[in-house]
């Protein structure tokens, strides 16, 4: 039940290998076409950072998409309720227990 778990390591190895190779072309593209000479480096060390960032948040997003379809969950299971009431002195009889039970819950069909 549920995907290969065998995958998760070079899929994870891709997004390592396009981090490593996107981020340093990108921040070089953004150090050649920065006007401001007194912002070369922070813009280029920024955009390295952001895509790092960007990248590491996609990896997050689809580790969590292929944990989840590992042990899917195909329906809520849930403990059925019970509800114990207190009868009021005024509504009771005496000869009954103030302290009753209802019975529980109709169960439901899903």
Not at 17 to 25: I, K, M, S
Not at 37 to 59: E, Q, S, Y
Request: charged share 20%.
């Amino acid at each position: 039940m549920g995907v290969d778990q065998t995958a998760f390591g070079p899929i994870t190895g891709i997004y390592v290998a396009v981090a490593a190779v996107a981020a340093p072309l990108i921040a070089m593209y953004v150090f050649r076409k920065t006007k401001d000479v007194t912002m070369k480096k922070d813009n280029c060390w920024m955009t390295f950072w952001l895509v790092l960032l960007g990248v590491f948040c996609m990896w997050i997003m689809w580790a969590c998409t292929f944990m989840h379809q590992m042990y899917p969950l195909s329906r809520a299971v849930s403990k059925k309720p019970e509800f114990r009431v207190r009868c009021p002195a005024k509504y009771c009889n005496d000869d009954q227990d103030p302290d009753i039970w209802i019975e529980k819950a109709p169960e439901s069909k899903l």
